[in-house]
């Protein structure tokens, strides 16, 4: 397993077409995060899953965006109706939780979305 | 509100020189607080974890500590080098586990 991979890496899209993302976390990971980060920010939380269960989603994440991960392994992220707002880089990230304790998350390399 | 905030923004150093990054938060009761390191136009690379009832974690020449009763991490880089030039992130979790990150702090070492 060489890690969180997110793919695409890259896309252009115009405004009001809808995309969607794709994240594979490490294999035995049970926790996936969506994080959204713009130029000179930090990361700032969207969602996250604990196996398929989508247990929190942040005010950010308007009923434009969708995330699932259906069978507790890979996750997607969909925006529907694409603003120009919505350029960022999507970062998706994974842990292994245990006992209430969460252990080190990893991240992707992140798809950065560009709205045209 | 649950904030995270690093100090200061940007760093110039010669290469060399010890250096402490600095994050503060709001929330004294994290469960862990993660140190990364980004790279332009890259995803986040782990450096170290510190979990809650740990103090310190050291790496290579990374040293970070955790104080909870200030609201207080330091990530300590010894002996800084070119390489060592990216925006390092502090974020830490409680109890929803999710991670909240500071803004960073942007470093450059020079040769």
């Known amino acids: 397993d060489t890690g969180v991979s997110q793919d695409p890496r890259h896309k252009i899209t115009k405004r009001g077409q809808n995309v969607t993302f794709r994240c594979d976390p490490i294999s035995e990971h049970n926790r996936l995060y969506w994080y959204r980060q713009t130029l000179g920010q930090g990361p700032e939380f969207l969602t996250y899953f604990q196996n398929e269960a989508q247990l929190e989603k942040s005010r950010l994440l308007s009923d434009r965006f969708s995330a699932e991960r259906p069978k507790g392994s890979f996750s997607t992220l969909e925006i529907q109706r694409t603003e120009q707002g919505d350029s960022a880089m999507y970062l998706c990230?994974?842990?292994?939780?245990?006992?209430?304790?969460?252990?080190?998350?990893?991240f992707g390399q992140g798809t950065r979305l560009t709205v045209v | 509100k649950q904030e995270v905030t690093q100090i200061p923004a940007a760093l110039s150093v010669p290469e060399g020189e010890n250096l402490v990054l600095n994050c503060s938060f709001t929330?004294?009761?994290?469960?862990?607080l993660q140190w990364f390191r980004q790279d332009p136009g890259k995803g986040l690379t782990s450096l170290l974890l510190?979990?809650?009832?740990?103090r310190e974690q050291t790496s290579g020449r990374l040293n970070a500590s955790l104080d909870k009763s200030s609201g207080r991490s330091t990530l300590y880089i010894a002996a800084s080098q070119p390489g060592d030039s990216a925006t390092y992130l502090c974020a830490r979790t409680s109890g929803t586990y999710k991670y909240i990150f500071g803004t960073g702090t942007r470093l450059k070492v020079l040769a």
């Open positions: 990230a994974s842990s292994l939780t245990r006992q209430l304790m969460n252990t080190e998350a990893f």
């Open positions: 510190i979990q809650s009832s740990q």
């Open positions: 929330d004294s009761a994290i469960y862990n």
